[in-house]
Every structure is written in structure tokens, then in C-alpha cells.
């Protein structure tokens, strides 16, 4: 891929930034204290594609080292997906499998994280900074042999994102001070791009996935209810057509998913052959990271994500094993605590939180209470032998606009802890915390069965706060499940979940942080009460407000102050109660090639590229 030369400044302190924040003591000391085989240099091993035009088609090329063609590599996914459709995934499982099938025009650079093309052969910016102009590679085509033009482009934004099908994320964060982009089609193959207002993330919502208009229309047609339901996990694998590099071949509930390489994939290597060079990949489904744990000691599959508890087993198992570990640096998914803050009725006229309960969470000192009395060093001992950070902040510790000073947190505290609950009117009678209203405080907390790191989490939550004198319910249900509750049904007290954020651009956090984004999960709307402005706190409005400044602003100072606010603001007023960073530690088999992980973009962000050599 190549480097655009970004106006807006947003870059320019990219790389001495990330050097700064990798030299920081969030979880890297463990790196050099354990010998990890460290992660090069990626800047220095990964040559960037490049844009090279055969027979009138534009392809991208890559340069790394040709490799041999054939061959399967094996991962796991961790739950059943709940749909193969990119604009109804959200859950982290349908989104992983559907995003592999499409395309967006931009992506990031995996050395050093700048946007770079895609689907789109370049991008025209314009003075004004708020028109785009988008030329789109030509003669390249879907899977069904079909050529993908502008008509796919301005159906997938003007009719799918602009228009609200699906769970409308993306639509959230191309939301630019209340109005959305115009897209206008130039011709066969451009695009252009008109924003209301100048607007920092731009080129990286371009990152969206591109669907087939001539697929796609009819389902549109059809309306939202339709749509939502559209390629859910019963569809024939031959109905899904894509531009990424697999295709669906066959879905076997609670057994696989198998994806097959696509024949008209626009990459291709340094001898202008076609990619990718694997025929399948297949991902086994797995029930818990234990099962995860067996199949890559049982030789059934090529890739593992190692528990930090197990980091020097596998060190051990290394020295005379056939794969290779890789320290990538702290996971850049964000572990927290959410609490149900929402006061709204349902539709049949009752509360989603049991109104007792809801004086108790939307109390700011009670929030913070539980987060003075969470043992954070323990969870990173204990659950993670070390191999892990104590997390404060709503950024990523690798992001380059995490809030240092937040981000150093503070160590368990629970005489601060009770000192904050009786200010609030809370009493203690035999070691039992009682609300002011002479309620015991006792709710429940929920995670994902499955994930025993999580599990294992909420075991520990629950004696920390026990010892404040609040009795925990700790259950661990089925993923699909916990989300419906979470984002459909708003039926759950609290939560330990995680979601993946951007190291790069904290506005991807819009639809989390805003109050009417469709990730506001502590204080989530219902489809019934999607106005309910009447409903939200003073501290979501300051976000609402941060947000809207932060996307707007083109100097990458000033953006730094803003969410500097933002984190500071989440911190103190606690919605979410942030708990770990583990790091990244993965093993793979040496007979897969061309693996060049980075700390920024993670092990096979390259799929097309590995090849086997058995």
C-alpha cells in the first residue's frame, strides 16, 4: 500500500509518539524480564505495496517474498456467529468473519499506521479539505466475476450507511457536527466526497466495507426488518459474493467456518501471479480458551493466542517446538466493567433496571467506589501471571492519543471506597452495605461463558467487592446471549465485556462514547426511544460535546487535548470501570511464511500474503 500525503497534519507525530509510548512501563518491563523473541521492526521488513496495471486491470502488488500456492492454515474463533453480513454484525465474532469477505476503500498501513489504498487506486483532497475525490481501481472484480465500480460505492454508503440499514455504527462515526458526507458518482470509477465540515477521520471511515450493489440492492429494497436478517448464518456460502481475498465455503455450526480463496482477488505478487496463495482457511469454533489452548497442542491448528499464565510453558515448549512466539505489544481490546445506567421505561411501561438499582449506578460515587475497590494488580498476577497491565484509561495503552496521567491509575484503595459510598448516604450493618432507602445492595454481574480469563475475572470482582460489603451474583452466560441483553434487550445490571478500539483514531470510539451512538451501551437507547434527549446525564453531554470538537480539529495537538478531556472525563465519572491490558502473546507454526506481525496491526494482518511450506 502507499503513503497519502494527509493535509491535515493529523500524522505528522506519528512515529516519534509510538516510539515514546512503546518505551513507556505498560507491560513492556515483562517483555525484556522473559526474553520474549522480539517483534522487528516492521518499517524495516515490510516493503509497501504498490499500485501496478496489467491488461487495463489495476492491481495492487505486493513485495514481499513469492511463496508457494496450496495448502490450508487453521485458526479458532472463539462462539458462533450470528451473521455473514457486515452491516448486521455486532458481536466481535460476526464482524471478524464477515469483514474477511469485504473490502473498503482505505486501510492502515501496518508499519506505520497511516491510511493507505484499498479498493480505491488513489484519493484526491482538495483545498477546502472537505472534498474527496476517489478513483477506484479499474477492471477488478467480485467473486461472481462481476466488475466492481462506483455504482457498489455510492449504493454502500448513499442506501446502506447513510440510510441506517443495519446496526448503523458506521454511520455513527461518519457523523460529522449532526450531518452525514454527500457521495456523488463522477463515472465508472470515481467517487467524490463532500463533507459539511472539514473532518479529521475521514479517509479512515473510507475503511468501510464495500458491498455488492447488484447482491445487496434487493435486500435494501426490502426495508430494515428485511435487511437485518439478510445473510444471517442459514445462507448458501455460493449466495455471498465478495471482494476480499476468501470467500465462504461452508459453515458448520459449533464445528467450523471454511473460507476458500477468491479467484478474482485484486492482489498480486512480485511475478504478477494472483493471491492469496492458500486454497482454504479454516477456523474451528471453540467453546473456551482451554479447548482453544488443546487443538494448537494437539497439532490441529496453526495459531494460538497464549494465556499469559501459560507464557513460560510455552517458552519452554518453544525451544524444541515447531512454531515461533511473539510478543505484540498490549492487546488493544479494553476490558471493563459497564454498568446499566439506563433510566428509561420499555415499551410495556417498565424500567430495564430495577429503580433501586438505578439510584446505585447512576450515583458517581458508587461508580467510583467500585473502581477504588477492584484489586487490579491481583487480576494481573493472578489471571495473567504478570503478563499484563493494570488499564485506567479508555484508550488503548498503544494508542497515540492515550492520557498518561490517566492512564497511571491508582492502586486498590478500599477505605477511599467506602469513605466515597457514605457520602452518598450508604451505611454498613454487619459488615453489609445498605443504601440510604435501608436497600442491601446486591445486583448481578454478568460476563461470557467461555473465556476463562473473563471467568476468572468476575470470581475475583466478586470478593473484591464483597469486601466492600456488596453481594455479587457472578454468572458466566453464552456470548449470543449476553449481547442481546447488552444491546437489544438493555436487561442486565453489569457487565465485564471488552470491545476493540483503534490506536489510531479515538473518533472510532464516537458510537461508543456519544449518547446516541449504537455502542452507547451504559446508557443505551431502545429502537423505541431513540430520541430520549431528556434522558441523558451532564457527563454524556460533555462527551457528546468533546467529540464533535475532536473530529473537527485538523491540528494533532489540539486533538490530543481534547481526548486528553475525554479520558479524564470517563476516568472520573467512571460509566465504564476499566480493569486489564493483557499483552499480546501468540504462537504460530513455522511452516507458515511471510509472517511479519507488528505491534500496531497483529500477527497474520497480511492473510493473503502467508503461504505453508510443510
Not at 120 to 132: G, L, N, P, R
Not at 430 to 453: M, R, S
Not at 524 to 548: A, N
Not at 552 to 568: A, P, S, V
Request: aromatic share 12%.
Amino acid at each position: 500500500m502507499k503513503k497519502y500525503a494527509y493535509l491535515f497534519l493529523i500524522f505528522l507525530f506519528f512515529i516519534g509518539l509510538m516510539s515514546l509510548i512503546f518505551k513507556k512501563d505498560y507491560g513492556f518491563d515483562e517483555v525484556k524480564k522473559n526474553s520474549f523473541e522480539p517483534v522487528k521492526e516492521a518499517s524495516s521488513i515490510i516493503p509497501p505495496q504498490k499500485n501496478v496495471t496489467i491488461d487495463n486491470v489495476d492491481y495492487l502488488q505486493t513485495m514481499l517474498p513469492v511463496g508457494k500456492f496450496g495448502g490450508s492454515y487453521t485458526t479458532t474463533i472463539m462462539g458462533e456467529p450470528k451473521t455473514f453480513n457486515p452491516y448486521n454484525a455486532n458481536d466481535a465474532t460476526s464482524a471478524e468473519l464477515s469483514e474477511i469477505m469485504y473490502d473498503g476503500l482505505t486501510q492502515s498501513d501496518p508499519n506505520t499506521g497511516d491510511v493507505v489504498v484499498k479498493l480505491a487506486k488513489s484519493i484526491d483532497i482538495k483545498e477546502d479539505k472537505k472534498t474527496y475525490i476517489v478513483h477506484l481501481r479499474h477492471g477488478i472484480k467480485w467473486s461472481d466475476g462481476v466488475e466492481i465500480t462506483s455504482e457498489d460505492v455510492y449504493f454502500t454508503y448513499n442506501t446502506i450507511i447513510f440510510g441506517g440499514f443495519g446496526d448503523g455504527s458506521t454511520r455513527d462515526v461518519m457523523t460529522i457536527d449532526g450531518s452525514l458526507p454527500k457521495v456523488e458518482k463522477i463515472d465508472k470509477y470515481t467517487i467524490k466526497f463532500t463533507t459539511p465540515k472539514p473532518f479529521a477521520p475521514f479517509l479512515r471511515t473510507l475503511s468501510a466495507s464495500i458491498v455488492p450493489k447488484h447482491i445487496f440492492e434487493q435486500a435494501a429494497n426490502k426495508g430494515n426488518d428485511y435487511f437485518l436478517t439478510y445473510q444471517s448464518i442459514d445462507v448458501k456460502p455460493d449466495k455471498l459474493v465478495t471482494s476480499g481475498a476468501f470467500k465462504l465455503k461452508e459453515y458448520v455450526p459449533s464445528q467450523r467456518v471454511v473460507y476458500e480463496k477468491n479467484p478474482n482477488y485484486y492482489l498480486i505478487n512480485k511475478e504478477n501471479q494472483k493471491l492469496p496463495y492458500l486454497n482454504k482457511w479454516i477456523m474451528l469454533i471453540v467453546g473456551d480458551t482451554n479447548n482453544d489452548t488443546l487443538k494448537f497442542e494437539s497439532g490441529l491448528t496453526d495459531t494460538l493466542s497464549v494465556n499469559g499464565a501459560l507464557v513460560q510453558r510455552y517458552k519452554e515448549l518453544k525451544k524444541h517446538g515447531d512454531f515461533e512466539l511473539y510478543n505484540l505489544g498490549p492487546s488493544t481490546n479494553t476490558t471493563f466493567i459497564v454498568f446499566n445506567l439506563n433510566n428509561r421505561k420499555n415499551k410495556d411501561g417498565e424500567y430495564y433496571v430495577d429503580p433501586k438499582k438505578q439510584l446505585w449506578f447512576q450515583d458517581k460515587n458508587f461508580r467510583s467506589a467500585i473502581d477504588w475497590a477492584i484489586d487490579r494488580d491481583d487480576l494481573v498476577l493472578n489471571i495473567f501471571s504478570g503478563m499484563a497491565s493494570p488499564l485506567y484509561s479508555a484508550e488503548p495503552l498503544s494508542s497515540r492519543f492515550l492520557n498518561e496521567q490517566v492512564a497511571k491509575g491508582h492502586k486498590k484503595d478500599l477505605n477511599h471506597a467506602k469513605n466515597l459510598l457514605l457520602k452518598s448516604g450508604f451505611y454498613y450493618k454487619d459488615n453489609i452495605l445498605y443504601d440510604k432507602n435501608n436497600n442491601k445492595v446486591e445486583f448481578e454481574l454478568l460476563t461470557n461463558a467461555g473465556n476463562t480469563q473473563r471467568e476468572a475475572t468476575g470470581v475475583s470482582i466478586k470478593q473484591d467487592l464483597e469486601r466492600l460489603g456488596i453481594k455479587i451474583s457472578f454468572k458466566a452466560i453464552e456470548f449470543n446471549s449476553l449481547i442481546n441483553r447488552m444491546i437489544n434487550q438493555l436487561d442486565y445490571d453489569c457487565i465485564i465485556i471488552a470491545l476493540t478500539s483503534n490506536i489510531y483514531e479515538p473518533n472510532s470510539g464516537y458510537n461508543v462514547w456519544t449518547s446516541n451512538g449504537a455502542l452507547h451501551l451504559f446508557n443505551k437507547r431502545s429502537s423505541q426511544d431513540l430520541k430520549g434527549s431528556d434522558k441523558i446525564y451532564p457527563f454524556e453531554q460533555e462527551l457528546d460535546k468533546l467529540f464533535k470538537q475532536g473530529a473537527l480539529e485538523l491540528d494533532y495537538q489540539k486533538r490530543k487535548e481534547i481526548y486528553d478531556k475525554y479520558q479524564t472525563l470517563v476516568a472520573d465519572e467512571n460509566p465504564l470501570v476499566y480493569l486489564y491490558a493483557p499483552l499480546n502473546i501468540s504462537a504460530i507454526r513455522k511452516k507458515v511464511k511471510n509472517v511479519y506481525p507488528t505491534k500496531t496491526s497483529g500477527l497474520i494482518h497480511n492473510i493473503a500474503e502467508i503461504y505453508i511450506d510443510e
